[in-house]
């Protein structure tokens, strides 16, 4: 009846090691209860891809969106039913009697430090869930204060560190406040059992120079929609274009028309439309700012570029609000010296920077992450970006981010990629010679509409 918290750096594969003590657990036939994971809603997709990649024979469940009480028979007993059901944060308190009614194997947080507030609705309600073990995903077990770590122990092995008031007087107040090192000492051996975790620096020896991570992210409510309502519109232009000109002739229109699906991917407000304005979501946005407090929180120095410095401009305004130190290189910068000085010297932990201005000739070895907000259509344009930071010089694993739209021009473009790389990347860089050899049949993919939400 024991429970832990595996607290590996960011990028290191928590998911990835959560996904194999599952499917191992199933396989030894004791995954017999579904298990529950509560997850933050702009990871829901990147689950739902790594256990399709990791582990395809685990049934994995999304309770997640409008219709998703319809799927809650999919995890009673029967040769279907589910083995793994993703829920969010958010939609704790309102899916609680159905998540309480039933029993789960395994209750499963993923950035457990979300519940650090045990006051909160969210907590109180993951403090009801039946489950017979209960498992901690978190980079960043301890942000602030030892009562964090106490909260998600409360939650993991009620009891363990005795109440929250015996808690403080006995352990915090010592520590935090006395520098009392013995309790210190204590305190670590006591919860040593209980924590799993590996450095970045500790595992240098086994990851490769650079590791490229794909985050993925569902596009929902009104940025679907834009999505799907420029998406038809632009198809239409397109294919009236062509039919009047030859597709020859239809590139100006073809080019605009990826931008703009590229565009609503990024930020709808990057699209200047009435209707673009009134749009809240912005999914790339959430999971960028999900991400930057526990990458600085383990002491990464991140670089993020975009091809649209309109965006870094909205990264920036993000960044302000979080009180998250940053500095910038665009074609307006006037002196490129003095951003990369204030950087190199960890005047600020993120350095915003455009593709244009800033995919060549700079050296940024103390940066060890990078975050290509859109993705560069060019991979060796990308890679040009990417070794900014991945270089002679550079004496640390290098971890690069790329943020995806699912299911939208982004990712297919990915896929493209992979056959028809050098034409993908001349096309999207607005080489438009490229575009005679870029086929009909492509187009139409990269216009084909959203797929219905992953279930």
Known sequence: ??????????????????????????????????????????????????????????????????????????????????????????????????????????????????????????????????????????GTPLEN???????????????FLGPQKQFNAAWRTPIEKHGDAVRRDLLAARLKPFILRRRKEDVAAELPPKTVIVRTVGLEGGQRDLYETVRAAMDEKVRSEIADRGFGRSQIVILDALLKLRQVCCDPRLLKSPAAAKVKERAKLELLMDMLPELIAEGRRILIFSQFTTMLALIAAELDRARIGWVSLTGDTRDRRIPVEDFQKGRAPVFLISLKAGGLGLNLTTADTVIHFDPWWNPAAENQATDRAHRIGQDKPVFVFKLICAGSIEERILALQDRKAALAASVLSEDANALAKFGEADIAALLAPLPDPVR
């Open 145 to 159: 204060h030892l009562g964090e770590l106490w909260a998600q122990f409360d939650f993991l092995l009620p009891g």
């Open 1 to 138: 009846d024991l429970a832990g918290i595996l607290a590996d750096d960011m990028g290191l594969g928590k998911t990835a090691q959560t996904l194999a003590h599952l499917l191992t657990l199933k396989q030894a036939g004791r995954l017999d209860l579904p298990a529950l994971v509560i997850l933050p809603t702009s990871l829901v997709f990147n689950w739902q891809a790594e256990a399709a990649r990791f582990a395809p024979d685990l049934k994995v469940v999304s309770l997640h969106g409008a219709d998703r009480h319809s799927r809650l028979g999919e995890l009673e007993t029967g040769t279907a039913r589910a083995d793994v059901a993703l829920t969010t944060y958010p939609l704790l308190w309102r899916d609680a009697e159905a998540l309480q009614a039933r029993e789960w194997s395994l209750l499963i947080l993923d950035e457990a430090q979300t519940v650090k507030n045990a006051a909160s609705k969210g907590a109180q309600v993951i403090r009801q869930l039946h489950a017979r073990h209960r498992l901690g995903l978190t």
